[in-house]
Nanobody
Framework: QVQLVESGGGLVQAGGSLRLSCAAS????????MGWYRQAPGERRELVAAISNGGSTNYADSVKGRFTISRDNVKNTVYLQMNNLKPEDTAVYYC?????????WGKGTLVTVSS
């Protein structure tokens, strides 16, 4: 079992920045990759960014150049630095951890970007 706890969401004006954190606990040795997804009202959950154990990253086209995912393997924590936020970034952001044949999810943290 892996437990994920997100933090760092909130209200920010367009053009501002936020940093999300996700702390993993439990069977963290089994995690192969971690990432952030988001879900806006009435929309499907979508991948924002992901990072593998080896440090390889991938991003949604909509956030490339603005968001950066990073990982502290000692602290079992993954971060999402979000810069130049736009109103369309407003969503609940969920942390994800992938283990063999299974995904774990955090409860989500709300990010609201005002125009």
């Amino acid at each position: 079992q892996v437990q994920l706890v997100e933090s760092g969401g909130g209200l920010v004006q367009a053009g501002g920045s936020l940093r999300l954190s996700c702390a993993a606990s439990g069977s963290t040795f089994s995690i192969r990759a971690m990432g952030w997804y988001r879900q806006a009202p009435g929309e499907r959950r979508e991948l924002v960014a992901a990072i593998s154990n080896g440090g390889s990253t991938n991003y949604a086209d909509s956030v490339k150049g603005r968001f950066t995912i990073s990982r502290d393997n000692v602290k079992n924590t993954v971060y999402l630095q979000m810069n130049n936020l736009k109103p369309e970034d407003t969503a609940v952001y969920y942390c994800n951890a992938k283990v063999t044949l299974m995904d774990y999810w955090g409860k989500g943290t709300l990010v609201t970007v005002s125009s």
